[in-house]
């Protein structure tokens, strides 16, 4: 009945063919003269998801998770990853031929720094890597007393032989309705924020930003709608789009052309060359760009200003038709979701499920609304021991049945052509402990203390981050991720530059839309979040107030499940705004589906009872 197409659930690790994989690589690098070489997971823009062509990480070492780097030398080699996941790489990965590091324990560079040999000649590919990044390479292999060398072509490449072709997924036009705002325009707003910081030219490396600025969107990656593609954005006069031609139809390249040079990517660093050759400043947003291209600007007599690139703050406030786009996304992903979770609430009861039938059933009923374009990412569907993974992923060989007794946990998103979302519930399948009940009621008292948190403009994410806390502090309690990050409008489920987090130093703005998601794990038992989408928009009016205020509207639409509840933990205020909200879900959702769908709706959003 239910089926995901937009997911797979194989583990495609291949952990048997590292040592082989790796003996190739080792035998090229010696053929190069290098004593080793850095193999990090990503790409050259730095995505979050990367095209198949570009999972180098994953060949090499059979790893498959999203964020991880290999450092190979001639008789040693290591796996580098973050607590997420330590516990996959062991699975994945042959450790006879790679040593599995926790990032918590060292990063690459001080494990480079301990093993590479004085005299070695340590290879990178300064495409993969950002002028962050070799710097602080370069600082590690000088003081092991080796010696850094960028190599012109990847050496994995060159033994990688049945690597995927780069992905050529058309480019669309986003339409006028939901941009809100003419290409010409925004390329305008950049030009002028250039001015002000008297710089000759942006280099857009991120493709999200190219996506924003030029209004188009594309399918290169998974969850993700980018057309790969980088700009160069000159103080004055039109903007280059450098994108592979293949991609764009006629209509497509009609339009573009009536605001930006088009060219291939194999032109980039030539066009930038020609910029830096006249001494003129480039900024290079130093999250995504590549070293590459800093040496270029350098080389041709150029600078390189390193910063954040001016458009990320432009594309994360959303206008009043990327709003109006999300909050009718919401409402149909709402309704999705009511039934999904009807659905779960009659079926989990007798045992026969599975993590992958949940996934599988929500995937569908998003399809069924008519306007999914993909998942958001992939969904976290975590029963019991399973749900204290934060970013736990199920696997046909992790996939366990959801039991009565148990906690579920499911994170996911959508992303439609009007909008992004990305939601979190945990639901009870049987009766729930007291503990249970007393730890989702602090997290649900953090949730709703950033969701009905008025500020001061200029606050920051790190400000608001206790907020959702300090239930859990007091009982001695945190979890150990951010309380949120920015969301795209049909662009990245993870967009920066704000967030909710102890590291979140970027004031939150008008129409910018974060998550709302305090948890709390218990290993080997069960894990609770509870997230919502929110933007930010203007405080209520105070009398006698010195500062413009902010606060939050809730995006999300779905209930939260009144029986982990623990009344006796809310006061007034808190249940008053969650009968409220879950009036508003009734009042929104309800009309949107079918009558035993409404049933379930109106005893899942019932008022409290105290």
Not at 41 to 67: K, M
Not at 347 to 364: N, R, S, Y
Not at 370 to 378: C, E, M, N, Q, R
Not at 516 to 525: H, L, Q
């Amino acid at each position: 009945m239910f089926e995901a197409k937009f997911q797979t659930f194989s583990d495609a690790a291949a952990p048997s063919l590292g040592t082989a994989r790796l003996k190739l690589l080792r035998a090229e690098l010696e053929r190069r003269g290098l004593d080793g070489f850095i193999v990090p997971r990503a790409d050259a823009h730095q995505n979050e998801y990367v095209p198949p062509c570009d999972e180098r990480l994953a060949w090499l070492t059979g790893f498959t998770g999203s964020a991880g780097v290999a450092v190979v030398l001639r008789d040693k080699a290591a796996i580098v990853v973050d607590g997420r996941y330590t516990l996959q790489a062991a699975d994945q990965v042959d450790t006879a031929s790679f040593e599995v590091v926790p990032l918590a324990e060292t990063t690459p560079e001080r494990w480079l720094e301990k093993n590479l040999p004085a005299g070695a000649r340590f290879g990178y590919d300064p495409w993969l890597i950002t002028v962050d990044g070799e710097r602080k390479l370069r600082q590690s292999v000088a003081a092991a007393g080796g010696t850094l060398a960028a190599v012109e072509g990847n050496p994995v490449d060159a033994v990688w032989t049945d690597r995927p072709a780069a992905p050529l997924a058309p480019v669309m036009l986003r339409e006028a309705a939901l941009a809100g705002e003419a290409a010409a325009d925004k390329i305008a707003r950049v030009q002028a924020a250039l001015a002000e910081q008297k710089l000759d030219a942006l280099v857009i490396s991120d493709p999200h930003s190219v996506a924003w600025i030029f209004n188009i969107r594309g399918g290169d990656v998974a969850f993700t709608p980018l057309p790969l593609s980088w700009a160069l954005v000159p103080k004055e006069g039109r903007p280059t789009l450098f994108v592979d031609g293949r991609k764009l139809s006629n209509t497509a390249r009609d339009a573009l052309a009536q605001v930006a040079e088009i060219a291939e990517p194999v032109l980039l660093e030539r066009a930038v060359e020609m910029i830096a050759g006249s001494g003129a400043t480039l900024r290079l947003d130093q999250a995504t760009a590549p070293a590459l291209l800093a040496a270029r600007i350098e080389a041709a007599g150029g600078k390189v200003s390193s910063g954040p690139s001016p458009v990320a703050l432009m594309q994360a406030a959303k206008n009043a038709a990327e709003l109006a786009g999300m909050r009718t996304a919401h409402l149909r992903d709402g309704a999705a979701l009511a039934r999904f979770l009807a659905w779960f609430d009659a079926e989990a009861p007798k045992g026969t499920l599975t993590e992958i039938d949940a996934v599988a059933a929500l995937e569908t009923f998003r399809r069924e609304t008519g306007a999914l374009k993909d998942v958001s990412f992939p969904t976290i569907s975590g029963a019991g021991p399973n749900g204290a993974i934060v970013h736990y992923r199920v696997t046909e060989a992790t996939n366990r049945a959801i039991h009565p007794g148990e906690l579920f946990l499911i994170d996911s998103g959508a992303q439609y052509e009007d909008g992004t979302t990305d939601v979190t519930r945990t639901i009870a399948v049987g009766v729930p402990t007291p503990e249970m009940r007393d730890r989702f009621t602090r997290v649900l008292k953090g949730h709703m203390a950033i969701a009905r948190a008025v500020f001061p403009l200029g606050t920051s994410g790190a400000q608001l981050d206790p907020f959702a806390r300090q239930f859990l502090w007091a009982a001695g309690l945190d979890f150990e991720h951010g309380t949120g990050h920015g969301v795209g409008a049909y662009l990245s489920v993870h967009e920066g530059p704000a967030r909710i987090s102890k590291l979140g130093t970027v004031p939150l703005a008008r129409g910018m839309v974060l998550s709302n998601e305090p948890g709390y794990y218990k290993t080997g038992a069960y894990g609770i979040r509870l997230e919502n989408l929110e933007i930010v928009v203007d405080g209520p009016a105070v009398e006698g107030a010195e500062k413009t205020l902010l606060a939050f509207e809730t995006l999300t639409l779905a209930p939260f499940d009144r029986r982990v509840i623990e009344t006796a933990l809310l006061t007034a205020d808190e249940i008053a705004w969650l009968d409220a909200y879950h009036a508003r879900v009734l009042a929104s959702v309800g009309p949107l589906v079918d009558e035993a769908t409404c049933d379930w709706l109106r005893a899942a959003t019932a008022p409290l009872a105290r």
